[in-house]
T-cell receptor, first 110, second 114 residues
């Protein structure tokens, strides 16, 4: 069965510092990986997906199949990045049900 | 194991039927949610209950009715199922009020309406 692990429940950085939210997964097939974000008092929303290879709000994430990781990175954190971040995986084929990690709270201090 | 568990994992049914999806959490959380996952992996909140009280009720058809017999359970009942209801539905819970504390997700229920 697939599993998603976010080892840090809380990550605290200063504004302008680089940030990396870790996500590791276990899955035997070809997964699709996603990052979701929930800002305070807002709805959960999709941030980015690995197949799009996009940068959203300065965040990027690269799928590393060798290390089975999909870490979320941003070179210079902003205070408005403070939120809960969830990594998720879905099967690459018709299964496509999401499996979520436990979430990491990012706090960006001024 | 402490977790959010939802049943069934897969549900295949015909149009017009009435079905329920059950969700239970043993985390001691006060707030529970139902989300719908669409084909593009967007998660849309449908309902949220806090201590058995409905606090979020998004624009979903009246055919969808949540029921919370106690704060550890939030079931989703769907009447007169339609083809468009086919989706993956996620239950979740959190310790505090909505959008303020980490969400713990169930494993999802794939509903297929034929």
């Amino acid at each position: 069965a697939q599993r998603v692990t976010q080892p840090e429940k809380l990550l605290s950085v200063f504004k302008g510092a680089p940030v990396e939210l870790k996500c590791n997964y276990s899955y035997s097939g070809s997964p699709e990986l996603f990052w979701y974000v929930q800002y305070s008092r807002q709805r959960l929303q999709l941030l980015l997906r690995h197949i799009s290879r996009e940068s959203i709000k300065g965040f990027t994430a690269d799928l590393n199949k060798g290390e089975t990781s999909f870490h979320l990175k941003k070179p210079f954190a902003q205070e408005e990045d403070s939120a809960m971040y969830y990594c998720a995986l879905s099967e690459g084929n018709a299964g496509n049900m999401l499996t979520f990690g436990g979430g990491t709270r990012l706090m960006v201090k001024p | 194991d402490t977790a959010v568990s939802q049943t069934p994992k897969y549900l295949v049914t015909q149009m017009g039927n009435d079905k329920s999806i059950k969700c239970e959490q043993n985390l001691g959380h006060d707030t529970m949610y139902w989300y719908k996952q669409d084909s593009k992996k967007f998660l849309k909140i449908m309902f949220s209950y806090n201590n058995k009280e409905l606090i979020i009720n998004e624009t979903v058809p009246n055919r969808f009715s949540p029921k919370s017999p106690d704060k550890a359970h939030l079931n989703l009942h769907i009447n007169s199922l339609e083809l468009g209801d086919s989706a993956v539905y996620f239950c979740a819970s959190s310790k505090a009020g909505p959008m303020n504390s980490p969400l713990h997700f169930g494993n999802g229920t794939r509903l297929t309406v034929t």
